[in-house]
Each structure stands twice: as C-alpha cells, then as structure tokens.
C-alpha cells in the first residue's frame, strides 16, 4: 500500500544550527502535503501546507522564515527548520493524501540543546 | 471552522475491560470525513478508520467498533476486551469533503490498559 516515508526519525542539533527534515511519498504522487508539529503530551497542530511546485501556506502563527518547506516534487517535501532553539523541540509528522486516506510519515523526534 | 473534541484526557481500564473513547465534531460542511488514529509511543500514526459523513452504519474490525452518530455529532471508538497493546494515545479528527484539505485532529486520549 501507499506509504509515507520521513527521515530522520530523530535528530539532536545545537542551538543555533538547522534541520532538514524529508517526507517522501513512496509508490504515489502527492500535489499536496501537510507538516504537523505535535508538543508532547499534546494533539497534533497543523503547520503548514506545502504544496508542488509553489510555495507552502503557513498558518497563523508559524514563522515562515524559520520553517522553511520546499516542495521541488511530486513525492518529496522537506521541511527545514533554521537557527533551532530549545523551544523548537518537538516531534514533527508529515502527511500526504492518498485516494483514500492520508498517510503519515513516521515523524521526526527533534530535540535542540 | 472545524473542530474535535475529546473530552477524555486519560483512561485507564483493566485488561479485558471494555471502554469507549469519546468524539464529538463540529463543522459547518454537509459532507466530510472523520477518522480515528491511534499513536503509540513511539510516536507514529496507525492508520483505524475513515468513515464518510454519509455512513452512518456502525463498524467493527476485531475487537473495535465505531459507533457515528450523526444526530449528535459524535464519532466513538469502542475497544472490547482491551489487552496492555492498546494503550496508546487515540486521536479522533475530521476533515473536509474535497480531499485536499488537513486533518483537525482532537486532543487525544491516552489509554493506558493496565494487566
């Protein structure tokens, strides 16, 4: 079945540095995907919209200089969060739509010390 | 604006017990889906059920079952005969009717099934 693939599935960075995180649609093309930012012990929030081919839409709130989204294809989106701080620290998923369902990516674990 | 809510922070049962997650949506859209996923802790998205705002037959896969009712914009999820594997935290979420559109996605309840 169609499946989402997110690398990586954690990452520990410095204050200050960037990270790149990919959200790959594997066996189907995705025009859109989303990238959800989830706090713990907290729901899932969506971020932004990034769509093929055009730049994302960013919902309120989300600085769209820090959270960088490039969606160059089909089937990838990436996802940079630039100059990370502790409070960037958190468990990011992407989420394509298939014909039936939205399928996620496995999440990314970042913690920023 | 859409919106899921899940009144239930934390439950905890004992093995065997049933028990009911509880969802209740609001939207403004005649058409839409709802979906209920669960996460365990390592943190990935398992994929439950999608159910059409048109159907409002009742479901059981194994031991789970969704009870849609569209009268009261409810959307539950009951486990029968929980084992410890179930404990997670269950997200209930709702989405518009074009296809291109995110999840809202509730706060979530953690079950914790306890041996």
């Known amino acids: 079945g169609a499946v989402v693939s997110q690398h990586p599935s954690w990452v520990i960075c410095k204050s200050g540095t960037s990270v790149k995180i990919e959200c790959r649609s594997l066996d189907f093309q995705a025009t859109t995907m989303f990238w959800y930012r989830q706090f713990p012990k907290q729901s899932l929030m969506l971020m932004a919209t990034?769509?093929?081919?055009?730049?994302?839409?960013?919902e309120q709130g989300v600085e769209k200089d820090k959270f960088l989204i490039n969606h160059a294809s089909l089937t990838l989106s990436t996802l940079t969060v630039t100059s990370a701080h502790p409070e960037d620290s958190s468990f990011y998923i992407c989420?394509?739509?298939?014909?039936?369902?939205?399928?996620f990516g496995q999440g990314t674990r970042l913690t920023v010390v | 604006a859409q919106k899921v809510t899940q009144a239930q922070t934390e439950i905890s049962v004992v093995e065997k017990e049933d028990v009911t997650l509880d969802c209740v949506y609001e939207?403004?859209?005649?058409?839409?889906?709802l979906f209920w996923y669960k996460q365990p802790p390592s943190g990935e998205l398992v994929f439950l059920i999608r159910r059409n705002s048109f159907d409002e037959q009742n479901e059981i896969s194994g031991r789970y079952s969704w009870n849609f009712q569209k009268s009261t914009s409810s959307f539950n999820f009951t486990i029968t005969a929980s084992q410890v594997v179930d404990s997670a935290v269950y997200f209930c979420a709702l989405s518009e009717w074009s296809g291109n559109t995110p999840l809202v996605f509730g706060k979530g309840t953690r079950l914790s099934v306890i041996a």
């Open positions: 989420s394509a739509l298939g014909q039936t369902e939205a399928f």
């Open positions: 939207t403004r859209d005649t058409t839409y889906y």
């Open positions: 990034s769509n093929e081919g055009s730049k994302a839409t960013y």
